[in-house]
């Protein structure tokens, strides 16, 4: 079965500091990662997918991430965050059920 | 290009009634996925609609119903309410399948069942 797993509830960082948010998957066959946030009152936005080739993706904002297919993980960076980057992060997962598996969310809170 | 749009927005029923919501994709895109999203559960897949058909069903209930129209608007439908129908209802757009391909979502309806 799929699943995504977001350890942290909640990412405090500072501003102007690098920031990371975790996440790890299990899927059979060869995984489709996505990172999507969210702002209050508000949809999914789409920031940045892996689907093959290099480990290291880039996305909107200034966000990237990073495949690592031995610890089957995908988490989401940016060098220097912004108090605006302040959302909900969700990471998903497709494999082979064709069906997008969300993990929890993890809350970003960037103080000034 | 206008984004996905879902109505209504907010919506308050009773106990026992029914209700259905509205989306439409963004031009061009012809899958349609359904979400719910609650504090408790998260994100939670319904089902996919591609070219007027059920392409893809999560695990709910027969309550939980949806259609395609030929124009890829497409409707949710929630018969027989239960309090922890409360939810946020969220539907997403793509060009093709959902598979490698990104969703653009809407901004949700906020079902609100007493």
């Known amino acids: 079965a799929q699943s995504v797993a977001q350890p942290e509830d909640q990412v405090n960082v500072a501003e102007g500091n690098p920031l990371t948010v975790k996440c790890t998957y299990s899927v059979s066959g060869n995984p489709y990662l996505f990172w999507y946030v969210q702002y209050p009152n508000r949809g999914l936005q789409f920031l940045l997918k892996?689907?093959?080739?290099?480990?290291l993706v880039k996305g909107s904002y200034g966000f990237e991430a990073e495949f690592n297919k031995s610890q089957t993980s995908f988490h989401l960076k940016k060098p220097s965050a912004l108090v605006s980057d302040s959302a909900l992060y969700f990471c998903?997962?497709?494999?082979?059920?064709?069906?997008?598996?969300f993990g929890t969310g993890t809350r970003l809170q960037v103080f000034p | 290009k206008a984004g996905v749009t879902q109505t209504p927005r907010y919506l308050i029923k009773t106990r026992g009634q029914q209700v259905t919501l509205s989306c439409s994709p963004i031009s061009g895109h012809r899958s349609v996925s359904w979400y719910q999203q609650t504090p408790g559960q998260g994100l939670q897949f319904l089902f996919e609609?591609?070219?007027?058909?059920?392409?893809n069903k999560g695990n709910f209930p027969g309550r939980f119903s949806g259609r395609q129209f030929s124009n890829s608007r497409s409707e949710m439908n929630v018969s027989t309410l239960e309090l922890g129908d409360s939810a946020l209802y969220l539907c997403?757009?793509?060009?093709?399948?959902?598979?490698?391909?990104?969703?653009?979502f809407g901004p949700g309806t906020r079902l609100t069942v007493t």
């Open positions: 892996y689907i093959t080739g290099d480990n």
């Open positions: 609609y591609f070219s007027e058909t059920q392409r």
């Open positions: 998903a997962v497709m494999g082979d059920t064709d069906k997008l598996i």
């Open positions: 997403a757009s793509s060009y093709v399948l959902a598979s490698s391909y990104e969703q653009y």
